[in-house]
Protein backbone atom coordinates (compact mmCIF):
# COMPACT_ATOMS: atom_id res chain seq x y z
CA UNK A 1 0.00 0.00 0.00
CA UNK A 2 1.05 3.47 -0.89
CA UNK A 3 1.38 6.24 2.04
CA UNK A 4 1.87 9.80 2.18
CA UNK A 5 3.58 11.65 4.87
CA UNK A 6 3.40 15.34 5.58
CA UNK A 7 5.86 16.29 8.72
CA UNK A 8 5.35 19.64 9.34
CA UNK A 9 1.76 20.45 10.42
CA UNK A 10 1.92 23.87 10.71
CA UNK A 11 4.32 26.61 8.82
CA UNK A 12 4.71 30.53 8.02
CA UNK A 13 6.83 32.79 5.88
CA UNK A 14 7.20 36.50 5.55
CA UNK A 15 5.51 37.86 2.20
CA UNK A 16 8.34 37.62 -0.25
CA UNK A 17 10.81 35.16 0.64
CA UNK A 18 10.29 31.39 0.16
CA UNK A 19 9.52 28.44 1.87
CA UNK A 20 9.91 24.78 1.11
CA UNK A 21 7.07 21.96 2.16
CA UNK A 22 8.33 18.73 2.86
CA UNK A 23 6.54 15.34 1.84
CA UNK A 24 8.16 11.55 1.15
CA UNK A 25 6.34 8.91 -0.02
CA UNK A 26 6.45 4.85 0.38
CA UNK A 27 5.26 3.01 -2.68
CA UNK A 28 6.58 -0.22 -4.57
CA UNK A 29 5.44 1.24 -7.95
CA UNK A 30 7.52 2.68 -10.93
CA UNK A 31 4.77 4.06 -12.45
CA UNK A 32 3.06 7.16 -10.46
CA UNK A 33 2.75 10.77 -10.36
CA UNK A 34 3.13 13.43 -7.58
CA UNK A 35 0.54 16.04 -7.06
CA UNK A 36 0.82 19.33 -4.56
CA UNK A 37 -2.79 20.49 -4.16
CA UNK A 38 -3.35 23.87 -1.97
CA UNK A 39 -6.85 24.31 -0.56
CA UNK A 40 -7.52 28.01 0.61
CA UNK A 41 -9.68 28.89 3.83
CA UNK A 42 -12.53 28.45 0.39
CA UNK A 43 -12.04 24.75 0.58
CA UNK A 44 -11.64 24.67 -2.92
CA UNK A 45 -8.75 21.87 -4.06
CA UNK A 46 -6.80 23.32 -6.57
CA UNK A 47 -3.73 22.20 -8.37
CA UNK A 48 -0.96 23.36 -7.94
CA UNK A 49 1.81 20.87 -9.61
CA UNK A 50 2.30 17.49 -10.73
CA UNK A 51 5.31 15.59 -11.41
CA UNK A 52 5.90 12.37 -13.62
CA UNK A 53 8.34 9.56 -11.84
CA UNK A 54 9.62 8.85 -15.19
CA UNK A 55 10.57 12.57 -15.32
CA UNK A 56 14.06 13.49 -13.94
CA UNK A 57 13.30 17.06 -14.91
CA UNK A 58 11.75 18.67 -11.73
CA UNK A 59 8.58 20.21 -12.74
CA UNK A 60 7.62 24.11 -12.26
CA UNK A 61 4.65 26.13 -12.79
CA UNK A 62 5.97 30.15 -11.90
CA UNK A 63 6.64 30.55 -8.54
CA UNK A 64 6.07 26.83 -7.63
CA UNK A 65 8.88 24.68 -8.01
CA UNK A 66 9.35 20.89 -6.40
CA UNK A 67 12.61 19.13 -5.35
CA UNK A 68 11.72 15.62 -6.64
CA UNK A 69 14.25 12.62 -4.98
CA UNK A 70 13.24 9.44 -6.28
CA UNK A 71 15.75 7.36 -4.29
CA UNK A 72 14.85 8.92 -1.51
CA UNK A 73 10.77 8.73 -2.15
CA UNK A 74 11.08 12.68 -1.22
CA UNK A 75 8.72 15.46 -3.22
CA UNK A 76 9.23 18.90 -1.47
CA UNK A 77 7.02 22.06 -2.80
CA UNK A 78 9.33 25.37 -3.08
CA UNK A 79 7.02 28.30 -2.71
CA UNK A 80 9.16 32.02 -4.16
CA UNK A 81 8.16 35.16 -3.35
CA UNK A 82 5.45 34.38 -1.25
CA UNK A 83 2.29 36.28 -1.55
CA UNK A 84 -0.42 36.67 1.20
CA UNK A 85 -3.05 34.55 -1.32
CA UNK A 86 -0.36 31.67 -0.76
CA UNK A 87 -1.76 31.14 3.03
CA UNK A 88 -3.80 28.02 2.45
CA UNK A 89 -3.44 23.76 3.41
CA UNK A 90 -1.02 22.16 0.92
CA UNK A 91 -1.24 18.70 0.51
CA UNK A 92 0.75 16.25 -1.16
CA UNK A 93 -0.63 13.71 -3.04
CA UNK A 94 -0.05 10.20 -4.73
CA UNK A 95 -1.36 8.12 -7.75
CA UNK A 96 -0.55 5.52 -9.83
CA UNK A 97 -0.21 5.48 -12.68
CA UNK A 98 -3.65 4.96 -14.64
CA UNK A 99 -3.78 1.65 -17.04
CA UNK A 100 -4.75 -1.80 -16.21
CA UNK A 101 -6.58 -2.05 -12.96
CA UNK A 102 -4.92 1.29 -11.85
CA UNK A 103 -8.31 3.85 -10.86
CA UNK A 104 -5.94 7.12 -10.51
CA UNK A 105 -7.34 7.27 -7.09
CA UNK A 106 -4.80 10.13 -5.29
CA UNK A 107 -3.76 9.21 -1.79
CA UNK A 108 -3.36 12.45 0.29
CA UNK A 109 -0.77 13.36 3.31
CA UNK A 110 -1.93 14.88 6.16
CA UNK A 111 -1.88 18.05 5.20
CA UNK A 112 0.70 21.58 6.06
CA UNK A 113 -1.21 24.37 6.68
CA UNK A 114 0.91 27.50 5.53
CA UNK A 115 0.52 31.30 6.91
CA UNK A 116 2.42 33.79 4.61
CA UNK A 117 2.78 36.88 6.81
CA UNK A 118 2.47 40.51 5.99
CA UNK B 1 -15.83 25.65 -19.82
CA UNK B 2 -17.82 24.67 -16.91
CA UNK B 3 -16.25 22.63 -13.77
CA UNK B 4 -17.52 19.96 -11.51
CA UNK B 5 -20.91 21.05 -10.11
CA UNK B 6 -21.62 19.41 -6.86
CA UNK B 7 -25.13 19.82 -5.09
CA UNK B 8 -26.36 20.23 -2.82
CA UNK B 9 -23.78 22.93 -1.70
CA UNK B 10 -24.39 22.68 2.11
CA UNK B 11 -26.77 20.27 3.61
CA UNK B 12 -27.93 19.78 7.62
CA UNK B 13 -29.28 16.11 7.93
CA UNK B 14 -30.21 14.62 11.96
CA UNK B 15 -29.02 11.12 12.77
CA UNK B 16 -30.33 8.20 11.24
CA UNK B 17 -31.27 10.46 8.52
CA UNK B 18 -30.43 9.92 4.82
CA UNK B 19 -28.60 11.82 2.17
CA UNK B 20 -28.23 12.19 -1.75
CA UNK B 21 -25.29 13.62 -3.00
CA UNK B 22 -24.82 15.02 -6.51
CA UNK B 23 -21.60 15.32 -8.84
CA UNK B 24 -21.78 16.58 -12.89
CA UNK B 25 -18.55 16.28 -14.48
CA UNK B 26 -17.00 18.30 -16.91
CA UNK B 27 -18.18 17.74 -20.20
CA UNK B 28 -16.41 14.15 -21.46
CA UNK B 29 -15.13 13.30 -18.58
CA UNK B 30 -15.56 9.21 -18.18
CA UNK B 31 -14.23 9.25 -14.25
CA UNK B 32 -15.95 10.17 -11.43
CA UNK B 33 -14.26 9.78 -7.99
CA UNK B 34 -15.31 10.75 -4.22
CA UNK B 35 -13.59 11.73 -1.21
CA UNK B 36 -14.86 12.61 2.24
CA UNK B 37 -12.53 15.21 4.44
CA UNK B 38 -13.24 15.45 7.75
CA UNK B 39 -12.53 18.47 10.12
CA UNK B 40 -8.61 19.17 9.81
CA UNK B 41 -8.25 16.02 7.95
CA UNK B 42 -7.00 14.71 4.72
CA UNK B 43 -9.12 14.08 2.17
CA UNK B 44 -9.51 10.19 1.98
CA UNK B 45 -10.90 7.99 -1.42
CA UNK B 46 -14.60 6.27 -1.13
CA UNK B 47 -15.17 5.39 -4.56
CA UNK B 48 -15.17 5.63 -8.66
CA UNK B 49 -16.65 5.15 -11.29
CA UNK B 50 -15.18 4.94 -14.99
CA UNK B 51 -17.10 4.84 -17.65
CA UNK B 52 -20.49 3.92 -15.53
CA UNK B 53 -19.08 1.19 -13.60
CA UNK B 54 -17.40 1.25 -10.27
CA UNK B 55 -13.92 1.01 -10.62
CA UNK B 56 -12.62 1.42 -7.29
CA UNK B 57 -13.60 1.24 -3.97
CA UNK B 58 -11.76 2.77 -0.87
CA UNK B 59 -13.14 3.20 2.77
CA UNK B 60 -16.81 4.01 1.79
CA UNK B 61 -19.19 2.45 5.19
CA UNK B 62 -21.91 0.17 4.19
CA UNK B 63 -24.58 2.61 4.71
CA UNK B 64 -22.70 4.25 1.21
CA UNK B 65 -23.75 3.33 -1.92
CA UNK B 66 -22.97 5.55 -5.01
CA UNK B 67 -23.74 4.79 -9.00
CA UNK B 68 -22.73 6.63 -12.11
CA UNK B 69 -25.54 7.31 -14.78
CA UNK B 70 -25.72 7.29 -18.14
CA UNK B 71 -25.44 11.12 -18.55
CA UNK B 72 -22.25 10.47 -16.79
CA UNK B 73 -23.61 12.50 -13.36
CA UNK B 74 -22.63 10.38 -10.30
CA UNK B 75 -24.86 10.26 -6.41
CA UNK B 76 -23.23 9.09 -3.05
CA UNK B 77 -26.48 7.89 -1.30
CA UNK B 78 -25.96 8.37 2.66
CA UNK B 79 -28.04 5.64 4.92
CA UNK B 80 -28.52 5.78 8.67
CA UNK B 81 -26.75 9.19 9.06
CA UNK B 82 -24.34 9.19 12.05
CA UNK B 83 -22.56 12.35 13.91
CA UNK B 84 -19.06 11.04 12.29
CA UNK B 85 -20.11 11.63 8.85
CA UNK B 86 -20.37 15.24 8.71
CA UNK B 87 -17.66 16.34 6.93
CA UNK B 88 -16.86 17.99 3.34
CA UNK B 89 -17.52 15.81 0.48
CA UNK B 90 -15.64 16.18 -2.85
CA UNK B 91 -16.35 14.74 -6.58
CA UNK B 92 -13.65 15.04 -9.09
CA UNK B 93 -13.81 14.24 -12.50
CA UNK B 94 -11.06 13.29 -15.16
CA UNK B 95 -10.66 11.88 -18.52
CA UNK B 96 -8.61 8.87 -17.91
CA UNK B 97 -5.75 8.39 -20.86
CA UNK B 98 -3.30 6.73 -19.13
CA UNK B 99 -0.96 9.70 -18.31
CA UNK B 100 -2.09 10.70 -14.88
CA UNK B 101 -4.64 13.00 -15.93
CA UNK B 102 -5.65 15.55 -13.57
CA UNK B 103 -8.72 15.45 -11.39
CA UNK B 104 -10.23 18.34 -11.52
CA UNK B 105 -12.55 18.89 -7.68
CA UNK B 106 -15.67 20.06 -7.71
CA UNK B 107 -16.49 22.57 -4.61
CA UNK B 108 -17.95 20.02 -2.37
CA UNK B 109 -20.65 19.80 -0.31
CA UNK B 110 -20.57 20.26 3.34
CA UNK B 111 -22.78 17.73 5.17
CA UNK B 112 -23.43 18.69 8.78
CA UNK B 113 -25.10 15.88 10.85
CA UNK B 114 -26.88 16.81 14.19
Known amino acids: AQTVTQSQPEMSVQEAETVTLSCTYD???????LFWYKQPPSRQMILVIRQEAYKQQNATENRFSVNFQKAAKSFSLKISDSQLGDTAMYFC???????????????FGQGTTLQVKP | AAGVIQSPRHLIKEKRETATLKCYPI?????VYWYQQGPGQDPQFLISFYEKMQSDKGSIPDRFSAQQFSDYHSELNMSSLELGDSALYFCASARISGSGDEQFFGPGTRLTVL
Open chain 1, 27 to 33: TSESNYY
Open chain 2, 27 to 31: SRHDT
Open chain 1, 93 to 107: AFMRGTGSGNTGKLI
